[in-house]
């Protein structure tokens, strides 16, 4: 898999732009994920700190910081065992969502009722004390910023390889981003070849990875062929969502991807990952092949909010089917 060694800086010569977007195409075309350097805010001692450290709170304090976080922003926390984005697997993490309260995603969690609130009664007793929380909360602002710029900057080397407008595609997202913090907890009942998180695509736009070094992430190739994404330090993978794929009148692959216990040690390691969700924005309207030739009217287009509360109805519904089948089993 080839790795992308370079990311220029805005001040850097169109030249290097230019080589950087194509080296990013191809790895997103032949294999569907590309490593790309970090900015200096998103140094990997940084945002493993972070992660440990927001993890370390107990349930009823992560719940209760996911939903002080003040407007624009909104939070959400999800427990071991509350999501699970495939049929056959149990995704054993927790997790802890941080989107922007006008975007598709937080207006479909406010509609199912996803935003309870603590018992106002108990929430100074569950909060961490107030500088701690002011510290975590002003990591998660700064976090979500510098994996909305990097995503920007992945955004502007497609415009050129697709010979885009400057800013066309920077435009066209950033209202509708999630930043997600995840936590696999040791997990010594799972065995050698379990998954710890089921395969799935990503859904619009393009997706930014960090993972420690306990390792497990695989994407499914063109080629259908599942490998290994050992993202280097100081790197983070790209993603593209399956709305970009269509888009690209897929000259971009949209890869499958899972994390499955490949090493015995994992089995006993905790991972932290991040994943940042730099989702097309909910008003937008994409014709498939759009970017390569122009929109053909024949083709159904594709209206983002809806596509999007579609992905996410998905999940909900399965989320109450696992339910339902634990009640009948049990």
């Known amino acids: 898999m080839k790795a992308i060694t370079h990311l220029p800086l805005l001040s850097d010569s169109s030249a290097a732009q230019t080589e950087f977007a194509y080296q990013l195409f191809d790895a997103l075309f032949r294999v569907g994920v590309a490593y790309v350097p970090v900015l200096p805010a998103m140094q990997d001692n940084d945002l493993f700190n972070s992660l440990r450290d927001f993890f370390a709170l107990s349930d009823l304090q992560k719940r209760s910081l996911a939903q002080q976080l003040s407007s624009p922003w909104q939070g959400v926390f999800l ?75 992945v955004l502007a080397a497609l415009e050129i390889v697709y010979q885009q407008p400057p800013n066309s595609l920077v435009k066209q997202h950033g209202q509708n981003s999630t930043l997600r913090l995840l936590h696999y907890p040791p997990a010594p009942h799972f065995t050698l070849g379990s998954i710890r998180l089921g395969a799935h695509q990503d859904y619009s736009g393009i997706t930014l990875l ?106 909900q519904n399965q989320a109450a089917s696992n339910v339902s089948s634990d009640k009948a089993v049990n």
């Not at 490998?227 to 499958?256: F, K, N, Y």
Request: with cysteine; net charge negative.
């Open 79 to 153: 427990p071991l065992g509350q999501e699970q984005l495939s049929d056959a697997n149990e995704d054993y993490k927790e997790v802890l969502d941080l989107n922007l309260e006008n975007g598709t995603y937080a207006q479909w969690l406010q509609r199912w009722g996803k935003q309870s609130d603590a018992d106002s009664s108990t929430i100074e007793e569950m909060l961490p004390h107030p500088e701690e929380l002011a510290r975590l909360t002003a990591q998660l602002y700064k976090i979500f910023h510098a994996f909305q710029e990097q995503a920007n900057r």
């Open 210 to 315: 960090w993972q420690d070094s306990t390792g497990g992430l695989e994407v499914l190739t063109p080629n259908y062929e599942w490998v290994t994404v050992d993202i280097p330090p100081g790197c983070i993978g790209v993603l593209a969502g399956e709305v970009m794929q269509r888009w690209s009148g897929d000259t971009i692959h949209a890869a499958p991807h899972r994390v499955r216990i490949t090493d015995a040690q994992q089995l006993q390691n905790t991972r932290y990952s991040i994943a940042f969700f730099c989702e097309t924005n909910h008003d937008c309207v994409v014709y498939p092949g759009s970017l390569i030739s122009e929109p053909n009217l024949a083709d159904a287009p594709i209206a983002i909010q809806e596509f999007l509360d579609r992905k996410y109805d998905q999940i």
